[in-house]
């Protein structure tokens, strides 16, 4: 039985689409050969971004690109991928008690993509596609406690009603969910109020 990240890369390709997908550790081999990759030779580009961000951060982003050769995975579906990105962050955070910045380096990430692009224009779609991980399942599961949900019957009926309100508080122009929740409990009229009940 083909696996599921085998269909999804099918399916896609299928429909004429183009593919960025993570490699994690539930793919060993294939993340140890694409590891091996890197480490063996050198980039084709790189594209270099500093974000000084909120919170008193500073998000440095370096993207590298390597072609991928047919024939360089470990089974017939891996030729698919026509390129290999490893991204690095390193993150400074002022510490107010020793006055200073001080560094986080995180262990590099790596993708494989069905196409051909620029470095600018990946680190671009692997930055997006964090901003909607942040927006998206992260407030579902921390604001709205999907992942410690106990329900095993028909749990994507609460599934929706999760999204729903999400969805529904944004689009009212909440961007903190979770004292939007906390002010909606306390005051009915305010959440019978929203445009979309």
Known sequence: ???????TVETVLATGNDLLVQLKGNHPKLLAAVRTLCQSRAH?????????????????????LWPLPPGSGTDPWHDHFQTVIEGQRQIEVFNPYHRRFEPRQESPAYYLATCTA??????????????????????LDV??????????????????????????????????IRSALYDNAICLHRLLAYDGI
């Not at 084709?44 to 590298?64: C, K, M, P």
């Not at 990946?122 to 927006?135: M, Y």
């Not at 992942?147 to 909440?174: E, K, T, W, Y």
């Open 118 to 139: 620029s470095a600018a224009t990946l680190a671009q779609v692997i930055r997006g596609h964090w901003a909607i991980e942040n927006r998206l399942h992260h407030v």
């Open 44 to 64: 084709a580009e790189q594209s270099y971004t500093v974000d000084l961000g909120r919170r008193n951060r500073i998000e440095q982003r370096t993207v590298r």
């Open 1 to 7: 039985m083909p696996s599921t990240f085998k269909k």
């Open 143 to 176: 604001s709205l406690g999907e992942d410690s949900s106990r329900i095993r019957r028909n749990p994507g009926v609460f599934a929706l009603l999760r999204h729903f309100a999400l969805n529904l508080l944004r689009h009212n122009g909440q961007a903190n």
